[in-house]
């Protein structure tokens, strides 16, 4: 919105400063803030109260987690606000892909809701049905990624661009639609299998969106993509300020989720995060640097899917708890080294998957 006032520079110098992506990234990310932390605390009292006994706790989950009980979940409505407010006033909302990605967010944010509903209205972990839930999140990451490709340039908008490689695109055509349509829904659950302790979500997740705020704005700069070598893509420098935004209402959730987290996540903001990272990859086409910079929700998912695989074919569990950071906490790791020695994890992997743009 703020960034229509640029068009105005000529009457008002000072309006310039509106033009430029860093500058509203940056004040995107403290809006973030600001939003979250001031009110957030009324937004705990609330849920408090109308939530009662809160999120139920698993009843095979490690003994430290049952002095949480009775502390309230749909936190992401917290972060939620924040984003979807700052980036309302800083990004530039004639761009297609700000849209899109935030259709995504609210799609997926209002499964998570209704899923986080029924889990406390019946104080059970049987939320929303699977299948409905994954038909529903499939239905609108498809139309997002049809979006995204309607948005793009000929065979390029479907084409899988390959990390360390500038030349090759493998050209998917319609097949793309299902193929981004898995990532936005791998990551969005991929982040929701993730959010288990107090802050193991939401830094990993401000990390990705740090990089992929970057991603971003250079793959949306003509000139940087260049000299880079990766590829321009047109609109997507925009994402920038949506990314600052997610940077800044997660400093301020993590305020009030840091141990002992005076309320959770759940999946009102697991999956809606989770879903925007992977819209964001789509959009940028870095799809596959997604799985390297996210690695740590890759690892986390995997480890859930090993596990089931493993019981089934031979009635034998490979981790003594899953997902894998249940499987530390089994082993003696305190909570707090869990999540910390996690947060390790993903800086590096954050790292490594930016390296991609200048190894070409």
């Known amino acids: 919105m703020i960034a229509y006032l640029g068009n105005f520079a000529d009457v008002f110098p000072l309006f310039n400063v509106f033009r430029y992506i860093t500058f509203?990234?940056?004040?995107?990310?403290?809006?973030?803030?600001?939003?979250?932390?001031?009110?957030?605390?009324?937004?705990?009292?609330?849920?408090?109260?109308?939530q009662g006994r809160g999120q139920p706790i698993r009843a095979d989950g490690p003994q430290t987690h049952f002095k949480k009980a009775g502390t309230p979940t749909m936190g992401g409505l917290m972060i939620l606000s924040g984003v979807i407010g700052s980036t309302l006033i800083w990004a530039d909302l004639?761009?297609?892909y700000v849209w899109t990605v935030l259709l995504v967010t609210v799609g997926f944010g209002a499964i998570g809701f209704y899923d986080d509903y029924l889990k406390v209205t019946k104080q059970s972990h049987l939320g929303f049905s699977g299948r409905a839930r994954l038909a529903l999140e499939f239905v609108i990451a498809a139309f997002a990624v049809a979006a995204v490709v309607y948005a793009g340039t000929g065979s390029f908008a479907t084409s899988l661009?390959?990390?360390?490689?500038?030349?090759?695109?493998?050209?998917?055509?319609?097949?793309?639609?299902?193929?981004g349509a898995f990532v936005v829904v791998g990551?969005?659950?991929?982040?929701?299998?993730?959010?288990?302790?107090?802050?193991?979500?939401?830094?990993?997740?401000?990390?990705?969106?740090?990089?992929f705020g970057l991603i971003a704005y250079l793959s949306g700069n003509v000139n940087f993509s260049n000299y880079l070598q990766i590829h321009y893509v047109a609109g997507t420098g925009e994402l920038a300020p949506l990314c600052g935004a997610v940077i800044g209402a997660g400093l301020?959730?993590?305020?009030?989720?840091?141990?002992?987290a005076a309320i959770f996540m759940g999946d009102t903001g697991s999956l809606a995060l989770g879903g925007m990272t992977g819209a964001i990859a789509v959009a940028t086409k870095h799809e596959i640097v997604l799985a390297i910079i996210g690695g740590l929700f890759v690892i986390?998912?995997?480890?859930?899917?090993?596990?089931?695989?493993?019981?089934?074919?031979t009635g034998k569990r490979v981790f003594l708890m899953a997902p894998i950071h249940h499987h530390f906490e089994k082993l003696g790791w305190t909570e707090s080294q869990v999540v910390v020695r996690f947060w390790i994890i993903a800086f590096m992997l954050a790292f490594v998957g930016l390296s991609t743009l200048k190894l070409r």
Do not use: C, H
Request: no cysteine; glycine share 8%; net charge positive.
């Open 94 to 96: 004639r761009n297609i």
């Open 252 to 260: 301020g959730f993590l305020w009030f989720n840091a141990p002992p």
């Open 161 to 179: 661009a390959f990390p360390f490689i500038k030349e090759v695109l493998l050209d998917l055509g319609w097949f793309y639609v299902a193929f």
């Open 187 to 211: 990551a969005a659950n991929a982040v929701n299998l993730t959010d288990g302790l107090d802050g193991l979500a939401i830094v990993p997740i401000m990390i990705a969106a740090a990089a």
């Open 24 to 50: 509203r990234t940056g004040a995107s990310m403290i809006t973030g803030f600001i939003v979250v932390f001031l009110f957030g605390p009324a937004i705990i009292s609330t849920l408090r109260i109308r």
């Open 300 to 313: 986390e998912a995997m480890s859930v899917i090993i596990q089931v695989a493993s019981f089934k074919l």
